[in-house]
């Protein structure tokens, strides 16, 4: 597997589920370009429904949408859209997201972890 610490290697393994996703797996955009790594995965635990990453960026934290990513594997995540789309999760963000409740709702839980007490 050939890769440096800024490029998505050749292989990243096998699809996985969000279920098993560790924190800490590095997340890459479409170009291969890394974009961060996993901070957490956010979900419907009682549903089982994968909402999203909060993801760990050299900007702070950001959030992606079920809806932005393209794959979940052994050894990566890929995300549909540039870093720079990856909304910064904080009130501000959660007034102006507008009426997409599945978005609005992602990222007010990407939030509520982001505050809570470690």
Known sequence: MTMSDNTAPE??????????????????????????????????????????????????????????????FEHGVIVAVPATDLHEPTEETMAKAGDDDSFTDGLRRAWNWLVQPK
């Open 11 to 72: 292989d990243l393994g096998a699809p996985q589920s969000f279920l098993v996703l560790a924190d800490g797996t590095p997340v890459y955009d479409r170009a291969g370009d890394k974009v961060g790594t996993v901070a957490h995965v956010l979900s419907d635990d009682r549903d089982e429904i994968f909402q999203g990453l909060v993801v760990k960026t050299a900007d702070g934290h950001r959030y992606a949408a079920a809806t932005q990513i393209d794959g979940l």
